[in-house]
C-alpha cells in the first residue's frame, strides 16, 4: 500500500532550526493538499500547515511567521521550514495528502524535539 514517508526529524535547541519532508512511496493520483500535523505528549493532533496544489497555504497562529510550508507537485513532495524553534513546537509531524476524490493519506510521522 501507498505510504507517505516523512524525513527531517531530529532534535534541536529552542531558537534553532528543522526542515521537514515528505513523499509517498509509490503513485498517488490526483493530490489536491497536502499538509503537516503534529502530535505533541498529552496533546490532540492539530494541523500545523497545509498547501493546496495551487500554492494556497494556510497556517496554524502557533507557527505562523516561523514555519513555511512549500511543495513540488511534479514529485508530490511537501516541505515544512521550521524556523525559531519553541519547546512547545516538540511533537510528532505527521504528513498528510488528500486527493480530489478525497482519499487520504497519512505519514507514520517524526519526532520534533526541541530542548531548552
Known amino acids: 500500500q501507498v505510504q507517505l514517508v516523512e524525513s527531517g526529524g531530529g532534535l534541536v535547541q529552542a531558537g534553532g532550526s528543522l526542515g521537514l519532508s515528505c513523499a509517498p512511496s509509490?503513485?498517488?493520483?490526483?493530490?489536491?493538499?497536502m499538509g503537516w500535523y503534529r502530535q505533541a505528549p498529552g496533546k490532540q493532533r492539530e494541523l500545523v500547515a497545509t498547501?493546496?496544489?495551487?500554492?494556497?497555504?494556510n497556517y496554524a497562529d502557533s507557527v505562523k511567521g516561523r514555519f513555511t510550508i512549500s511543495r513540488d507537485n511534479a514529485k508530490n513532495t511537501v516541505y515544512l521550514q521550521m524556523l525559531s524553534l519553541k519547546p512547545e513546537d516538540t511533537a510528532v509531524y505527521y504528513c498528510?495528502?488528500?486527493?480530489?476524490?478525497?482519499?487520504?493519506?497519512w505519514g507514520k510521522g517524526t519526532l520534533v524535539t526541541v530542548s531548552s
Open positions: 498547501i493546496t496544489s495551487g500554492g494556497s497555504t
Open positions: 498528510n495528502a488528500v486527493t480530489f476524490w478525497l482519499m487520504a493519506y
Open positions: 509509490g503513485i498517488i493520483p490526483s493530490i489536491n493538499v
